[in-house]
Structures are given as C-alpha cells and as structure tokens.
C-alpha cells in the first residue's frame, strides 16, 4: 500500500443534540457546541467532521443546528450567552449522506440465524480508527446503544462525557427514579467508550469510584476545563447598560446579592432564604441588599417559592429573574456587590468560575466540585448552616473594604478558562487515540461467527458429523495490511476426513486465502491451522472466516486469531 | 441392612440441593447393597405427591404447635409428627418394613423415628442424623427478615433444642462441613463425621447444549443455579444490588432453578441497572438443561452471603471446570479449593462484580487431567464414602 493511500483517523463530533435542540440553550448543548466549534478550528475540515444519530446510524451532517425559539437565554443548567446560536436554521436529517455501519442486530444471537442473515456492512465516511467525540445529553438518546457495536465490530472510538453522577449520587434530587438509568447509562459508557472526557476532577473520582463498586470496567478518563469566560458584548452599539431590560435595570438601582442557578433543591436556594429569614428576624433587614435569583424555577422548590412569597419577614428582600439576556447577565455581574452559590453538589459549578472570570467575590459551598474552581480565593461555608451564611453575609455588607480585598485577589490571579483551552486539552487525547495501531482480533466462534451445519458449544463451534458450512461471519471491517490467521481447533479421535478454511469478503464472493487440511482417523489432535501474509491492498467491510467439514469429521473450532503483520 | 431415611421433601425428581443431598445418599448405600426407603412428611405444597409421604398438616394444625407458625412449618412438623397421635400414625403406616437403621435428613423427624424406633422396631432400630445446616443458626437468619428480635429468639432457640436433641440422641451424626462438625462435636456422642455435598459427574451431549442454547442463544453467560430458597435471593442482591457494571453488554446472567423468578419479580431488580436486561430466567430446568448450561457456561456464580452448611451447587461449580466467582460462605466445606485455578472469592458487591468482569474477559478455563483428578472429591461416592462406611459398620458401634 502506497503512503498516500494511508488516511489519518477523523474526528467526528456527534451534534445530534444540539441538532435536535430548539430550545433555549442549557449547558451541555453548549458544550457540545462550544466544543465542536473549536476543535474543527483547530483540526480544519479534513481532519474533523460533524455526524448526528439518524434513524439506526450515525451519517455525517452539514453543521446546522436547530435554536432557540426565545432569543433571550432561559438557564436550565447554566445560562445561555451563546451568541452563535442565535442563527435559526432547520435540521434535514441525513441528506446527501454516506452510508455506513448497518445496524446492530437487536435479536438475539446471531449465530442462531438462518442463511440468510445479512452481513454487517461498513462504509464510506466514518471508518475503522475514526473516533467518535459524544458529549450530548447521551443518556437520552437510543444511540448509547450502539457505541459498543461501533467499537467491538467496527473498530470505532468512541469518547463520551461523565458531566456528573448526581441521578446516582443524590438521587433525592433528580425527578423520578432515575438512579436505575443513570447506572445503566454509565456502564454503557464503561463498555464502550476509549476514553471519558470529565469536567472536573470531582466528576472523574465519582466516575472511577461508581465504576469500582459495581465492577465495570474503567476506561481512560481526562479532566478537561470548561470554558468560564462570561460572553462580552461586543457587537452592542453603546454600553452594556443600554441594553439591560427593565426588570435587571430597577434591580441593579440597589446594592443586591447574585445567585446564578435554575432554581432546584440541589442548589439550595432554601439556606439563603433561610439566612434571610434569620437576619430580618434579628432586626437587619433595613440594612440588608436584595437578594437576587436568575434561573428558571424547576422541580421540587414550589414550597420554598410560595415560602419566600408569603413571607412577611423577607417581603420585597428575593428577587427572581429568569429569561435573561447576555447584556442582563453580565450587567447582573458587574454590578452585583458579591456573589453566591450554596449548592449541595456540583459536577463543575460554572456561575462560580463566571463570577470569578468578572472579578467578583464569591461566598459558596465547599460541596463536590466547587473548590476546584475557586481554590482559595472563594469563602466557604457550610451549606446546610443557615446561621452561618446569615452571619457571613451580614459580615460582607459591614465591610464594603472586604469585599474589594477578596475581589482585588480576584482579579490578581483568576485565570477565566475558555473554550478554545477546553478543546486544546481534547485534542490532545484525541491526538493519542489517533495514533495508528496494527489489528489484533481475537474471535471466539461459539460467541462471534455462525453455523449452519454445527452447533455453538460455549465459545467453540462443533462440528455434528454433518458436512458443510461449519462457521461464517463474522462480517466486520478489516483495513488494508498484510495478515497472519490462526485457527486453533480440536479434531477428535475415530473421525476423519477434510477441513477448508477461508478468508472471504462480499458474501463469498471475495476470496483472500484457502487452505485444506486432511485428517486421520486414528489420531485425536489439538491444530492450529495457519493462514498467513495475506495482502489485503484495500479494506474489506464484511469479512468471514469460513469452515467447511466433510461428512462425518469432529472438530471443535475454538479460537481464530487475527494479526496485522504490515500496514 | 434395611434402612429408612426420613426427609420432609420427597426425591423423586429432585430439585433444590437438599432434596439432591438426600437423593444422592440414598443411591449410594443403595449402591452398597442396603435396602433403602425414603418416606416422610411432603412440608411444602409445592412437591409433589409421593407414596410413602404424607401430606402437609394444615395451617390449623400447624398453628395448634406455634402461634406464628409461617418460616417455622418444619418445628411444627417435628412436634406434630412427634408425639402419639393422628399425625404420627398417618406417616408410621405408610413405612412397610422393620428398619436397621434410620437416617433422619434434617431433625425434624427425629422425634417421629425415636416414637417409631420405639413402637414399631421395639428399640432395636439404630438411629442416625445427617446434618444439612447448624439449623437454629440458619433460621434466626431467615426469620430476622421478618419478625422482630423476642420472636426470633423464642424460634432459634427451639429450633437449636430440635436439633441438639437429634445430634444428642443418634448413633451417627453426618455433617455438612467441617464448620458444622466442630460445633456438633460437642453435643455428639461419637465424633461426627463429614459428608460434604457432593455432584454427579455429567456428561453433556449435543442434545442437551441444544436445549441450553435454546435459552442462552449462543451467548457468552455467568450461571447461578439456586432454589427460591430466601438466603439465595438475598446473596444475590447483596452482591448485585447497587449495580452491576461487570456484565459486558452482549452478555448474559442466567438464573436456573427458582431463584430466577423470585429474583425477576423482585423489584430490586430494576435497580440495578443494566442486569436487568442481561437477565435470564432458565426457570426450572431439565435436567438435560441442566447439563447443556453447565457445558456452556463460562462462568458460575456463586453469591451466596448466608446460611450455614454447604452449598452443593458449590461442588457442581467446582466439577463443571468453570471460571467460579463465590462467597466465603458458598465455599464452605470446599475450602481447599480456596486457591484453585479458575476459582475467585470475593466477599462484598465491589469486589465481586470486578471478579466477574475479569473472568468475562478470559478465555475458557481449560482444566487439565491432574485438575480434574484433584477435583474429584467433590464427587458424591467420594464426598459420602465415609458416611457410607459409617453406616456399614453400625451395627458394631451401636
């Protein structure tokens, strides 16, 4: 095979949410966007595509997205400030796309079909070596299904993203019993992913711990830093202020805390309303800012919600602001007098690193993630000591000279992390992943090929006496290369006659290396027949091992070892 | 010699590992020239009629005995079955001959040979015990699940005084493991002797991996063989409970014999994530089944977290030369097959799962002649020879 013939693996990125996404954007369609953005500028188009799920494969895609029917972000895990999102397009599933890949059989075991089972194909576009990235709200999507199929059969990598194990974790959280799938999707994960991109290393210790206590296996995993950088407004004619909404502005006229998070139980809105509470009980609520929630109400708060509105003691002190805009949010940072985030868990905790990448002092939990972002220059509380966060809070607001202190520190030695260092840290596991590697396939007949005239006997196909076809399949790709295949089987003793092995392709059609062998009678003999450097000069995409026995001979094939000796 | 052995299940067509136990001790003194009848009380509704066993009492018999008398059916048997009355009578004049010996599995039919011993054999019949658990221990463990502690004690404590008065009172007492000897050495008259559960050495044909396949479709797949007996459900959830991650995804966990349903229909199940869909209910199986599944397993599991005695599915592991994953506890009485080649003990969730992922990814275990050969104790002639010998030479010790 001549060089220019040797093709670099390809980065596929798998859009199909971001695709399928139109509504208002939340954090994983950023990731996933944000990410794909970056990484095809720094592969450029040959190297790097875009695919989506559609149907029963994955087919490459032109780049469109669905968007936003509202314009302004509505956060659902972290705000959108996606200004590139604000194209409206429409999504044509699989036009003027390669095919490739059918589908995994869904039935059950294939070598128990019939003759007329069809082969597996494999195509154009995404091939063996190729990597597929998978950072989408996977767990929604039937296409998890097929990743290990993509890996064992067509020799895919696949990268996918452990954002969190909270559904596992802290299932009291999560709507539903979603614990159960959570778990299942996970190991699906561990099956078939080469490698698990982690957005911090919380995530990464959670993965490595869960994947330990229930026995999966753990692929390699890579920290990788979102990108935190508050979008700025460039592009707006005049100042910041002059596109701020009414509602943000009359807020922002007073001195006001900032809370950035949908407002559900595991972001524990509840102890800052309780601090509240405590300080307007004590008498400081004269003295006290408003207390400011951007984030659409979720799951489980309607109480704590109806509580803050009824309550006479806090009247007029909690604010909540949702469908706010890029100018709103940034507008909200700048002018907040500092920031907050109680939360009970995190996976990462982005308002965190957002308010940090504004310069802004921040009071949070020390909960899962959160001090990877802030290391020292946040101050922590415990977020279940309502008392304690009165007590800081009212401590913050007597001493203005303290807040610049913590935000001068800020600002001296906060590094906002973007989404180009985000994809400079995936290309470089991509790059390894991309490193060419000689095949090396072990089948075991029982499990991977099929029989018409014998019969799967654990991991061996036996013969029965009857002549004929004793083993095919198992129709996957191998690339071009020089090969060496052992097929080791036991012949037993009082039976005798012919066994022909084959390499083919294209249903028979293609014929790449024979070779008989006769058997006596008498002996009882262990065998591993050989067939050796076969020159493969291009790939073939449903290869099979075929066996055939003569009439009345034993064998039990029970190991076929495929070996690149050259590319 | 004419012996009689006692059981409260039938053998005929056995099924879980104490009707098997009791199947295979009375083919081997058969085997040595005695000749043997099985009777006794059926204690479950759920075997099927046998002549020379009377059915279940009623609930309201049962009831007469013990108030709470649910998990504790056996007792009540051994204090109906016990003393003069109909019960006795019914199951006396079912027993046609005028035994030599009576092995009673189990004590719950001691009482019952001693009264027979007693009015039937006018005392010239010896009496034997074969031990299957250190019972009372095993039944504070199943009826702690249900009752609270006073009643539990109240049961364990009768069950224990069933028991000791069996082991107190017999010529021979048989035990199941070498745990189970040291405690009844105490109470025994003569020192007990082992008899460990045991397998019968089967040879699958292409019939039987046929009817297996019919169930595995060919794939790659763990084997549990357990009854519906509780402590194997629990085992079972105890290790796989919080995620089982271990199963690759084209592979499969299949369950034979009764457990399977139980553990199918339990609602911890779809807790656990993917396993509930690599799950296999085999049911209860043929034989033939039986043979084909344990040919094509590539591995057996054994997740067994309590209970006393000796698993005999722990023997049919070990014979069936297959990657074993198993608990302390299911290894009881196999103890020298601790370190054996194929065999993984691991005795929490973590640790098991991980266990069975690595075993999934290995070939076959090949077992060589000398392997087999060193396995061969576990074989039924062998594990009950002593016994055997034992009950040979009673006579003389009696």
Known sequence: MTPSLVRRPKIWMNVTTSANWDRPVVGVVRVERELSRELKALYGPDAFGLCIFDGDEFVPHSGAMRIAKHSEAQPLLWPDRSRHARRRSTFHAGLGVAQWGSPQPTDERSNLRGPNSQPKKAGRGIVRGDIIVSVGLDWDHPYVDKFQYLSDALGIKIVTCCYDLIPILLPQYCVGHVAAKFRDYFTKLSWSSSLILCISQRSRNDYIEFAQRIGAPQPETLVIPLGDNVPKTEGLRSNVADHVSADVSRVTEAPFLLFVSTIERRKNHEVLYRAYHLLARDGHAARLPKLVFVGMPAWGVGDLLKDIELDPLTKGLVVQLNHVSDADLSYLYEKALFCVFPSLYEGWGLPVGEALACGKAVVASAQASIPEIGGDLVTYLDPWDARAWADEILTLVDNPQRIRSMEKAVRREYRARTWRDTATVVKGALDRLREPEDVAITLYPGYDLQTLFGMPYGEAIRSTGAPGSLTHGPYRILPAGTYDIAITLDKLEGSGGRLSCALRSAIGDGDHAFRTIEFDAREQSDVVVMLQRIQLDVPIDDYEICCEVTRGLLVSIKRIEINQVSA | ?398
């Open chain 2, 1 to 398: 010699m004419k012996i009689l052995c006692l059981s409260t299940y039938p053998i005929e067509n056995p099924l879980h590992g104490g009707q098997h136990r009791l199947s295979n001790i009375v083919a081997e003194l058969r085997a040595d020239g005695h000749d043997v009848v099985s009777a006794g009380v059926i204690g479950s509704p759920s075997y099927p009629p046998s002549p020379f066993f009377v059915p279940v009492p009623k609930a309201e018999a049962l009831a007469r005995v013990i108030e709470h008398y649910f998990l504790m059916e056996d007792w009540a048997i051994s204090e109906l079955f016990g003393a003069p009355g109909e019960y006795y009578s019914s199951l006396a004049s079912r027993i046609k001959i005028v035994p030599d010996v009576i092995f009673v599995e189990q004590p719950w039919l001691f009482k019952f040979a001693e009264l027979f011993n007693a009015k039937v054999c006018k005392g010239r019949s010896v009496l034997v015990y074969g031990s299957q658990n250190i019972e009372h221990r095993l039944k504070s463990d199943i009826l702690r699940r249900y009752y609270g502690e006073k009643h539990v004690v109240a049961s364990r404590d009768m069950v224990q005084a069933c028991e000791i008065h069996a082991i107190r009172q017999s010529a021979r007492t048989f035990c199941v493991s070498m745990n189970d000897l040291e405690w009844t050495r105490s109470y025994a008259s003569q020192p007990p002797i082992l008899a460990a559960n045991g397998v019968i050495d089967r040879r699958a044909s292409m019939a039987d991996v046929a009817a297996a396949n019919a169930i595995t479709h060919g794939r790659k797949f763990a084997l549990y063989c357990a009854s519906a007996h509780p402590p194997n459900m629990d085992g079972f959830f105890d290790i796989f409970g919080n995620g089982a991650g271990c199963f690759p995804p084209e592979c499969r966990m299949v369950v034979a014999g009764g457990a399977g349903h139980s553990i199918a229909t339990d609602p911890r199940l779809a807790r656990t994530g993917s396993l509930q869909r690599q799950f296999v209910d085999a049911g209860q199986v043929s034989e033939s089944v039986l043979r084909g599944l344990l040919a094509t397993a590539h591995m057996i599991l054994l997740p067994i977290t309590s209970g006393g005695g000796t698993n005999l599915k722990s023997a049919e592991a070990l014979w069936s030369g297959c990657h074993i994953v198993a608990t302390t506890t299911a290894m009881r009485g196999f103890e020298s097959f601790l370190n054996a080649r194929g065999v993984t003990v691991a005795d929490d969730g973590p640790a098991f799962c991980n266990a069975v992922r690595r075993a999934f990814l290995l070939p076959n275990l090949q077992i060589d002649m000398e392997d087999r050969a060193e396995r061969s104790v576990v074989l039924w002639e062998n594990t009950l020879a002593e016994m055997v010998a034992a009950i040979r030479e009673v006579e003389l010790i009696s």
